[in-house]
């Protein structure tokens, strides 16, 4: 029961995370294209601010209940005489998992936080160029989600 509810976590975090960037970059950026310089990027920021916290709940519950799961295989597996060797699919997965939290990182801790002082600067050039670099990486750090869940879905294994 514990690992099916972990595992739950994990999915949904990951909904949460992917279906946010994939509505950011589709449906969002692309309406308030329209909008004037100044209230556009008010209003990404305000956005982002807030899909931002919401990431970095979801990327730390991603890697908590990832380790754990695996943990709790590779005890079973050794608890019963064998010796557990993580299928490649799942450290690829780990391995993608782990670089687009530093991906995500970045973008938070240092990408946004200079779109933020170019906004409340009211310079709209700079804030424009360090949104468009958010863009840049969120569009890398969708790609890497939609990698890990082709190879989640297709239990891809070589």
Do not use: C
């Not at 509505?23 to 990027?41: D, G, T």
């Not at 010796?83 to 998992?97: D, K």
């Amino acid at each position: 029961m514990l690992y099916a509810t972990l595992k739950t976590l994990h999915v949904l975090s990951i909904i949460v995370w992917i279906g946010g960037m994939v509505f950011a970059h589709f449906f969002l950026r692309p309406a308030v294209a329209q909008l004037e310089v100044a209230v556009r990027l008010r209003l990404m920021l305000d956005v982002l601010g807030r899909f931002f916290r919401a990431v970095l709940a979801a990327s730390l519950l991603t890697l908590a209940t990832g380790v754990w799961m695996l943990g709790r295989v590779a005890k079973q597996v050794v608890q019963s005489g064998g010796s557990f060797e993580m299928p490649l699919a799942w450290t690829v997965m780990a391995a993608l998992g782990v670089a687009m939290v530093a991906i995500f990182v970045y973008i938070r801790f240092a990408l946004y936080k200079k779109f933020g002082r170019a906004v409340a600067a009211s310079e709209w050039g700079a804030g424009g160029a360090a949104l468009a670099q958010i863009r840049t990486w969120v569009s890398i750090n969708l790609g890497l989600g939609v990698l890990v869940l082709l190879i989640t879905l297709l239990r891809w294994s070589a």
